[in-house]
């Protein structure tokens, strides 16, 4: 039988109804029990890492998850991480890149309603996610949600209510889980060859301009000056406004040349970036150096950028670690 380490960390599957709202309270071993089931396909134990609204989550708690696994790595076969909804698909995307070519299931997974209710997606959530962490076609880090297997760094949350709350972005679903079936879409963990490589640190000092028509050039620089990583949030397939003193131009110049790493990236949630259609991005891609996005989630591109920054400011390398595919996080080559 699949021994499997199920990591809590908080969310509203473990929480409870209180005086101020939901909040987290249940813990790891009380989640358990509320799936009695898949006792006959696993056997599971728990850590309780933390308890918080993911609301709260940083990049340590995403060190503090990845390590755990690290640390569990040769004791169990799979692991499932309880996991608020809100940022799940930050830490899906901070765990593939801090946890690489695992040949053994990594599940990140929560649910919309708290997992005591009588009517609630959670006990499917959880036991879906046991089963999935127990099967020996599942490999590296996934989300499961609603039926639905989604790469670690595809995952986007796009419903706040509904149970079908995450989709999987400019990538096919890994799998569907049907009740006790699991029919895989993409079975290729025979083409797993690199080997397992876990990462420990993480540079949180990327930040995200979102645009919006007539924003002040000023913001970005406020921003560059305060931050190792900019990733300015476009419209379409990406651009800079050049309207009166073109101070994107100036910004995004004077700040690559001093050693700063800006990301273009897409307000748009589908097909991705491509700088080099119109005038008003491919300038600025050419001379400036800016790097984009392509079909990444802006998840997977922050998450990504802080791990890079992590580890080197050097820009040919930072250029090239950015459009290394991870996880399946990048089909467009530069
Ligand atoms: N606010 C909650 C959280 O992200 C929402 C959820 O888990 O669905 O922790």
Same mark, same amino acid.
Request: glycine share 8%; hydrophobic share 35%; aromatic share 14%.
């Given at each position: 039988m699949k021994r499997i380490l199920l990591i809590a960390t908080g969310g509203t599957i473990a929480s409870k109804r209180g005086q101020k709202g939901l909040k987290p309270l249940l813990s790891s071993e009380e989640l358990l029990t509320y799936v009695p089931s898949v006792k006959e396909f696993c056997h599971t134990e728990t850590l309780q890492l933390f308890n918080l609204d993911s609301t709260n989550i940083q990049p340590m708690h995403w060190l503090a998850i990845a390590q755990a696994v690290e640390k569990n790595y040769e004791t =169990?076969?799979?692991?499932?991480?309880?996991? %608020?909804?809100d940022t799940m698909a930050y830490s899906a995307a901070a765990l593939s890149y801090l946890i690489q070519n695992s040949p053994k299931p990594i599940v990140i997974t929560?649910?919309?309603?708290?997992?005591d209710l009588e009517i609630t997606d959670a006990r499917t959530n959880l036991s879906d996610s046991?089963?999935?962490?127990?099967?020996?076609?599942? =490999?590296?880090?996934?989300?499961?949600?609603? %039926?639905k297997v989604i790469a670690g760094t595809r995952a986007k949350k796009e419903r706040t209510k509904s149970y079908n709350a995450f989709s999987s972005i400019n990538f096919p679903y890994i799998a569907s889980i049907q009740e006790e079936h699991i029919l895989f879409y993409l079975d290729d963990k025979k083409l797993l060859c690199e080997p397992l490589t876990f990462y420990h640190e993480f540079n949180s000092s990327v930040g995200l301009l979102k645009l919006i028509p007539s924003m002040d050039a000023a913001v970005l620089d406020y921003m560059a000056e305060h931050y190792d990583g900019v990733i300015i949030e476009s419209f379409g397939v990406g651009g800079l406004p050049n309207y009166e003193t073109c101070g994107y131009y100036s910004a995004v110049k004077k700040w690559i040349s001093q050693g700063k790493t800006v990301v273009m990236t897409t307000q748009v949630t589908n097909e991705g970036?491509?700088?080099?259609?119109?005038e008003v991005g491919r300038t600025i891609k050419y001379e400036f150096g800016l790097l984009?996005?392509?079909?990444?989630?802006?998840?997977?591109?922050?998450t990504k950028l802080m791990w890079i920054l992590?580890?080197?400011?050097?820009?040919?390398?930072?250029?090239?670690?950015?459009?290394?595919?991870v996880n399946r996080d990048i089909l467009w080559k530069a």
């Open positions: =169990y076969d799979g692991f499932v991480i309880c996991h %608020g909804t929560g649910s919309q309603k708290p997992i046991l089963r999935f962490a127990s099967c020996d076609r599942a =490999y590296g880090v996934n989300l499961v949600f609603d %039926g970036s491509n700088m080099s259609v119109y984009e996005s392509y079909d990444m989630t802006l998840e997977a591109a922050v992590g580890q080197t400011k050097e820009r040919e390398r930072v250029k090239q670690l950015f459009y290394q595919t």
